[in-house]
């Protein structure tokens, strides 16, 4: 069965549009890495200040694969023509992980 990992963002009410602009420009950054099967950005509605990213995987060799290349390298590189990297539209994270062990789908 597939894994999940769930990265809980505290992202304070001022960040939450500059957060979901650059989810939004991420241009394909974890659909195309082998192993990927899922990812959802999920937006406080109320009582608490996290958005939870989830994503789901075929196993956690193709997770660790996915933040050892691709991830890192979008997290490493400098901004555009060289220059500063934007501040953090979060202010903290917890990566919390699953394994699934019973899922279903609506009936058809």
Known sequence: MS???INALT?????????????ASRAGAVENSDGF???????PIEGTDQYLVYTRWRDEASFQAWMEGPMKAAHQ???????????PAASGSTLWSFEVVQQAAPKS
Do not use: M, N, Y
């Open 11 to 23: 992202v304070p009410e001022e960040q939450r549009e500059v957060l979901e602009k650059r989810f």
């Open 77 to 87: 590189g400098g901004g555009e023509g060289g220059g500063e990297r934007p501040k």
């Open 3 to 5: 894994i999940v990992k």
């Open 37 to 43: 099967e899922w990812f959802e950005l999920l937006r």
